[in-house]
DNA sequence: TGTCTGTGTGACGAAACGGTGACGACGTCG
DNA sequence: CGACGTCGTCACCGTTTCGTCACACAGACA
């Protein structure tokens, strides 16, 4: 299906991490070490990488920042694999150019859930068009790239999650998110989160949305779902 | 019916179970030990595997596991029994390749239930296209991703569990589903449910279903079938 | 036609579900 | 250090949904 290429210095862990791969059907690839991690990312052109943060050479951070930077790289996405101690900032994984980020202990299935996604999202640009960046709706204005939001011409404030809650929202509208694939998209994997913090960001972000609130409807019993516009609705 | 090798230490449980599986017409054949389940699983190919997770030599963990990794049982399915005191995260049998788990103490007819269900799903996934995003049929139409369902351009407002009735009957249209087949496949494994509860969401169902309720047949003594169109009948 | 079994139907109590406000933990910043 | 903002969790409450029951009704069969 794909060619992933792991990162990982555990031994154990990395033969998981392939052997759960190639059972799905994917081309497993895999480095101990950062450098040597670098080089295969640029002679074997893999379409994700999957990187362990806590590496003997290099430091996991500094190998997704130089896979980044490097113009023949730069559009692999990286999964990024952290230990529950050394939980960085969400945030500071993605300012990195993480496509994703799960912490240790994982399930493979969701792991593999995740990787899914992501090729996917990477793989079919085409019929989606991918990710505007600025985006009109109705009442409704988000930019992404200054993430910003508009109702109304008028501004409001959204949290980091918040923001990428409705993002979220929106690149599946019309179609019900339920609790946990919100929990996967939104804050990244992390099971230890009840569902019902859905529900209540969820309020939070409807009560900053004011006009625009009714654009997240609640399926009862299934999820979330983000209400597009009549004429999308039935194309 | 089908073979099911069950791998259980506890004598009683074991009798327990290889009777009542020969009861529901099912070929029971049976281990003791983990390392003479794996190799029955390989000499004598049963169609699914119930394992304890407790096992004087082997844990179940393992047994499962190695039943995954050997190209000649991964197919097979595994239904796990954990008592409820070493309740694993769920989370960690799926991660193993199990395709379900019970906690004991559990009710025969509902453990039946449940290999009833896996049997049917792991033999027949093929022969049916995977199961189509939009669903168009004469004047009914319904959106999976949305939960959305429309009679005649107009839409109609189904909790979840009606909609996964709908959807379930349609999936099998054109064939009688007995009640419990149905509780099985829209209620989950809720084996505690009188089959009338069947009766009163059909009812339910139709009623909302207004103009299209006749694509709902009763079939007397039997269970209940969604019609196709007379064209797809007679294929 | 009368009986018997199986299904439709309406009502009712219990449980589940989601919205909401409050609280405490944590990190940041002045 | 204290004030502030963000986030996860919890408890409460109104509403919806669900499962069950009793009874009416319909089809099968003699």
New binding site residues.
Partial sequence: MAKVLVIEDERDLQQVLTYNLRQAGHDAISAERGVEGLRLARSEAPDLVLLDLMLPDLAGTEVCRSLKEDVTTRAIPVVMLTARGEEI?RVVGFELGADDYIVKPFSVRELLLRIQAILRRASAPSDRPPAEASIEFGCLRIDRDAHRVWVDEHEI?L????FRLLVTLYERRNRVQT?SALLDDV?GIQA???T??V??????L??KLEGARDYVE??????YRFKGSPDEASA
């Avoid at 949290?159 to 918040?162: D, K």
């Avoid at 529900?199 to 939070?204: C, E, L, N």
């Fill in positions: 900032d404030e949290t980091a999650l918040e609790r804050w230890d989160i009840t019902r913090t529900d209540t960001h969820v309020k939070r409807r009560e609640t399926v009862r019993g299934v999820g």
